[in-house]
């Protein structure tokens, strides 16, 4: 199995490591627990046990290792990653709905193997992912495959009354010219707030075209009553976006990025007593 790589509390780990599933038991080097350890520098790491230069050749359960830690994973076996983290106390019992744009019959922009729909949901399922292993409360305007119209969405969300709203999109054009990301509000600071963090960490995981953080009335934006932002990953039918859209890692990082500006809008803006 190719090198793994780790993400630890929504950053990429720099580096990668041995990874292996044994019985089901997903394994890490040893010598990890004390990089990971040093790495975070967390109050509750009980104590620093002494390692061999040979530690990397024994391999523990990440389960264990988690426990030890203090620390929630996930494996995603198909880009070979492990996600670690901790609950996030200002992320517990958020709710937050999650809408990919699009879906079922309604592929939204395509090229060739690139379909919208499907790009979208992929990256709002791994942005799921790694919210509710921070503690936030997930739902959805769509499931995978599935149709929703516009007012079924707004609905939808109104009745659950979520802190936050975020819809994924990727933008299309004629030729391969245009490349970058967006992302959008409407009509409220809190909304424009969100979506410069937002903005700002997604163009550090994709490297993109800073397109910038812009203002529409959207439908969706302007109908729903929570702090709600729409974000375009990037170009399906761009040049330099076509390729990152079509990884599976990218579409990670691109979740990791709408992640940490969630974490960092709701870190500065605690709820009105
Ligand atoms: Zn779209």
Known sequence: MPDGRIVI???????VTRLEIKNEVVMLPLD???????HTNWEFYPRRPAFEPNDDEIMVPVSLLCRYLDLDWAYLPDINTLILTRE???LRGKRIVLDAGHGGVDTGA??????ESEL??????????????????I???????????LSQRLAKVNDLQPDLFVSVHHNSFLDGQLNGTETYWYGNWGARHLAQYIQTHV??????????????AFCLLRYIAATPVLIKVGFITGQEDSAVVASP???????LGIFRGVREYIEENPPQM
Do not use: C
């Open 110 to 115: 395509t090229r060739g193997n690139l379909v």
């Open 203 to 216: 163009l550090e995981e994709l490297g993109t075209i800073n397109r910038g953080v812009r203002e529409a």
């Open 249 to 255: 890692w990218m579409r990670e990082r691109a979740a």
């Open 88 to 90: 996030e106390p200002a």
């Open 9 to 15: 509390n929504g950053r990429v780990w720099q580096g």
């Open 32 to 38: 990890m627990v004390e990089k990971l350890g040093a």
């Open 120 to 137: 979208n949901w992929d990256i709002v399922k791994r942005l799921a992912d790694v919210l509710q292993l921070s503690g936030a409360l």
């Open 139 to 149: 739902e959805y305007t769509r499931q995978s495959g599935e149709q929703a119209t």
